[in-house]
């Protein structure tokens, strides 16, 4: 493990030396919304935020990707797979980190590889930020995820406040990372301190806990219960906690013309949408918004957990905070904890 | 507005206990900091989760074009316009609905408070009166509700409902507001400055549909959007694209939006569309001297012909 | 690498209308290219991906038999809102598409060797049970697998399809088969009857049966119990289940049943499979 302290005035030559070689992402706040943008210098880098509006997923998985584009019938131009330069992401928290781990078992498992996913995952280095200040809607504890999470992870940075940042190492690429600039200096004791007081300090403002151990067999067996003629009631049915989430990854493979150019496109679709599951017969297997949160709620706890191992959630609150109408995912876990099964 | 909140909760009970409703829809508190949400009651004992309180900001009148029971709700000003607006429309029918109505002198706008807030999260919110407490780390400040309203309710000419069957504490009074003020401020700038506008807002449009979604009046079944044959549109947020879907839908629901503020609340990208609302609806005033939902009698402009409808826009 | 989304490029050699309201065609497809020709290796039950540039991709399921080496067949019927079906039937001799595939699972064809074997269609969902049936009654098959009984409906006589094929398979002595619509017409002189009644009258004995059933939703509904009171057991009853589909592998979310998700972990399965799933049983 090898950790360094970087004071905040030497970040901007940090960086400026790796912008030689790669293309560096950080949050950049405009029009109220903190998001990631390609940054030119550190100048422009918003550090004072919670988490970005929207997800680290957009930079592998963006809403719409072009496959291949297509002329007269015939496969025309193949999109080009390769990232033009290799990319760091910088300050992503270890939330959205984690939720990378649960999007690469299902875009590069054993079976198939997404090439589109796997390349920019390929070349791309993480460069987290620890949180110091969870918000109230965080619930990552919860989530096998933390505030100073490592999980697919290069680098984690530590903001032990006093102007200095610690930089821990966590792959042998972030260590390189470090490596290429002066502008490092050693751990010293009492940084070690610092960063045990923020970091507990940071795990106890996490007061959101939520049960997740015996929810996959609970669902199992509440599938059928009026409990969600309940849940879904206030639903819009609009797509803000799919699109928002960290992990959601429905798509669609739709063509499209742009320009007289015809393209096959690969697009952020909703399994909350009414026509998700709708077949050209007219029949629809998810009929109603109450079979579609239904299914979001059972796919995130119960199916993915089947399928993968693990519950498709990282607890980073941005479905509580952005949702319309105030549907609360911790309330939910938290009524299917209590709700009584049908009798069989 | 606290007595008020009392006494909706008994005029709620009341009306279940009664059986002349089956269901309540109204607001209660949500699960974060100073917000609300809708609640559905069918049970008198659970009206005490009924909240009155100036961020009661859903229109709720959205749910009754899928609620099939008979139901008391909760409206506000622009709230009783939307239910005027679907009783014409033939979405709802006067009867199986019960107008609990609520004069509202404003709602808190909650993208002003973060604003304000500047990136902090917001610990605790306080409502008193006419004021806001607002609680962070570090930072604890009060602020006049009247500086954090929404757009729509500073321009607001309704704040006592239009139509109601009961009315929740007492008419307030409607202090005369030049409600296209922005609208024309905005107009009189350069064609190109107001392009560059909608192109700036609409580029981070990520097509959610909440907008579309929460709004009363979009109730088709099958919405332009979800065709596929034809295909109005493609999937890709697009700036054409994504201009065109806000523009048509602006223009399908020109004479029927009631500005409540809705479509530019719940969107998470901070997209500013209402302009272009506020603007048709300044010219279907114009032109035919009509406002959406004000009256039952009153036929929609939209949905009607008349020898004498203006006509200088045919050269 | 390779691009998993990227259709293989195929010539349609030939349309067949099989129907009388002219809404269910037969694709014969050849790939090509000579080595995509080869690494499509499929067997009976799996579905193939069909894409027409320009308008989109849709899963079929595959009608041909995994011997009929030298082409590939889809049966495709039109629906008016379908973006791809209607694009599909609006093509000519010659045009140029493309296949992705085969996915899915397939028929328990080992298991089914040392068995009686059922096989139930309705409508037009009896495309891979075509493939199947080709397969087995292959002269290379059918000395592999023991008796094999069909029973195919559809709502009326102009809606059967594989016309042709059903009369070369009705002068066999090595298929019993049985034929039925639900309603007659003047010039039909065969069987009246829905599905699950005529099953009750020539279903064979269910001992060491099993049996392959497809059709839509409500006839699968109402065959079920028919058959498992014929004594079928639920690992023995065998249908195919069809979802809107996005990539045909897994990744895109949308056509599971459960955890289970139809494009990878069906669209075969046994009646005692869909039972366990919620959501699942027919």
Redesign the interface.
């Known amino acids: 493990m090898k950790e360094k302290i970087i004071r905040k005035p030497q970040l901007g030559t940090w960086l400026e030396g790796l912008r030689k070689e790669y293309e560096i992402w950080a949050p950049v706040k405009k029009n109220g919304l903190v998001l990631f943008h390609p940054i030119e210098s550190a100048k422009e880098i918003h550090f004072d935020f919670s988490n970005t509006k929207k997800t680290a997923k957009d930079l592998f998985f963006p809403q719409s990707e072009v496959l291949f584009s297509f002329r007269g019938g015939e496969i025309e131009k193949e999109a080009d797979m390769v990232l033009e330069k290799p990319r760091i992401i910088l300050a992503i928290r270890p939330c959205d980190a984690k939720s990378l781990a649960l999007l690469d078992k299902v875009f590069d498992s054993e079976d198939y590889q997404d090439p589109y996913y796997v390349e920019r995952r390929k070349g791309t280095l993480l460069l987290g930020m620890a949180c110091t200040h969870p918000q109230t809607s965080c619930f990552c504890t919860s989530m096998r995820s933390g505030p100073f999470e490592k999980t697919s992870l290069d680098l984690l940075m530590v903001d032990l406040g006093d102007d200095k940042y610690l930089v821990e190492a966590v792959t042998q690429a972030g260590k390189d990372l470090m490596g290429k600039d002066g502008s490092f200096e050693d751990v010293q004791e009492k940084d070690r301190e610092r960063l045990a007081k923020v970091k507990k300090q940071a795990e106890e403002k996490i007061k959101s806990k939520v049960v997740i151990e015996g929810l996959e067999e609970k669902l199992d067996k509440i599938f059928d219960s009026p409990f969600w003629d309940r849940v879904h009631q206030r639903c819009l049915g609009c797509a803000i906690c799919t699109y928002l989430c960290s992990t959601c990854h429905c798509f669609a493979l739709l063509d499209e013309g742009v320009n007289s150019r015809e393209q096959r496109v690969r697009s952020w679709d909703s399994c909350m949408f009414p026509d998700f599951t709708l077949e050209a017969s007219g029949h629809n297997p998810r009929i109603s918004n109450r079979e579609r949160m239904r299914q979001r709620v059972m796919h995130k706890f119960n199916y993915f957990v089947k399928n993968f191992g693990e519950t498709a959630c990282v607890g980073c609150g941005r479905c509580i905070q952005n949702c319309p109408v105030n549907i609360d995912i911790r309330e939910i876990i938290e009524e299917i904890e209590n709700e009584q099964p049908l009798p069989s | 507005m606290p007595e008020n909140e009392k006494q909706l909760r008994e005029v709620a009970e009341k009306l279940l206990i009664d059986k002349k409703v089956d269901l309540i829809i109204g607001y209660e508190k ?4 100073l ?6 009651i069918r049970e008198p004992e659970e009206t005490k989760r009924l909240v009155w309180n100036s961020r009661c900001e ?1 229109n709720l009148s ?2 009754l074009k899928t609620v099939k029971e008979k139901v008391g709700i909760v409206a506000k000003g622009c709230d009783s316009r939307s239910i005027v607006g679907l009783i014409k429309e033939s979405q709802v029918k006067r009867e199986d609905i019960f107008i609990i109505g609520v004069p509202c002198p404003g709602i808190i706008d909650r ?1 002003k408070i ?2 304000v807030l500047d ?1 902090r ?1 917001l ?1 605790e919110g306080v409502e008193s009166d006419s004021q806001i407490l607002l609680k962070a ?1 570090g930072f604890e400040e009060t602020l006049d509700q009247d500086k954090l309203l929404h757009a729509s309710c500073r321009s607001c000419r309704h704040r006592n409902p239009v139509l109601s069957d009961t009315l929740v504490g007492k008419e307030i009074s409607q202090p005369q507001t030049d409600e296209y003020s922005d609208v024309e401020g905005f107009a009189s700038q350069q064609d190109n400055e107001r392009w560059a506008y909608f192109n700036d807002e609409t580029s ?1 449009c ?5 907008c ?3 709004c009363p009046a979009c109730y088709c079944p099958q919405c332009f959007v ?1 065709q ?2 034809p ?1 109005w549109f ?5 700036l054409s694209d994504t201009l065109i879907f806000h523009i048509i839908r602006t223009l399908h629901t020109a004479g029927r939006c009631v500005d409540c503020g809705a479509c530019s ?2 969107c ?3 997209v500013e569309l209402r302009m272009l609302n506020k603007k048709t609806e300044k010219d279907v005033k114009e032109l035919y001297g009509y406002e959406a939902g004000k009256d039952l009698e009153e036929l929609p402009p939209m949905a009607t012909f008349k020898i004498d409808d203006p006509q200088e826009f045919i050269k | 690498m390779n691009n998993l989304y990227r259709p293989k490029p195929v010539t349609v050699r030939k349309i067949i209308i099989e129907n009388e309201a002219k809404d269910i065609k037969t694709f014969e497809l050849v790939f090509l290219n000579q080595e995509d020709r080869e690494k499509f290796n499929f067997t009976c039950g799996q579905f193939a991906m069909l894409s027409v540039l320009g308008a989109g991709e849709i899963p079929i399921g595959i009608a041909s038999s995994p011997l009929d080496d030298e082409y590939l067949q889809f049966t495709v019927k039109r629906y008016p809102t379908g973006v791809v079906t209607t694009a599909l039937h609006s093509l000519e001799e010659g045009s140029r598409i493309g296949v992705r595939g085969p996915y899915g699972n397939f028929y328990p064809l080992e298991t089914m060797e040392d068995k009686s074997i059922l096989i139930v269609g309705g409508g037009f969902a009896v495309t891979t049970l075509r493939s199947t049936i080709r397969y087995l009654l292959h002269e290379k098959n059918r000395s592999r697998f023991k008796d094999i009984t069909v029973l195919y409906g559809a709502r009326s006589p102009g809606e059967l399809i594989y016309k042709s094929e059903l009369k070369q398979w009705e002068e066999r002595d090595d298929i019993t088969m049985y034929i039925t619509v639900d309603k007659g017409d003047e010039n039909w002189k065969g069987r009246v009857g829905l599905i699950p009644n005529v099953l009750k009258e020539v279903a064979p004995s269910s001992e060491n049966g099993i049996v392959l059933v497809c059709g839509p939703p409500i006839m699968l509904k109402y065959t079920m119990l028919p058959l498992l009171d014929l004594g079928f057991t639920p690992e023995r009853i065998v249908t195919s289940l069809e979802r809107r589909m996005s990539c045909g592998i897994g990744k895109c979310g949308r056509c599971n049943i459960a955890s289970k998700y139809v494009c990878k972990d069906g669209p075969v399965f046994t009646y005692r499979e869909l039972r366990e799933l919620p959501e699942g049983a027919p």
């Open positions: 949500g699960t974060l900091p917000r609300t949400r809708p609640t559905f859903n959205l749910y993208k973060e604003d990136g999260e610990l780390e981070r990520i097509r959610c549909y909440a579309r979604n929460v979800d596929s044959l295909t493609d999937r890709t947020p697009h609340r719940v998470p990208m901070n």
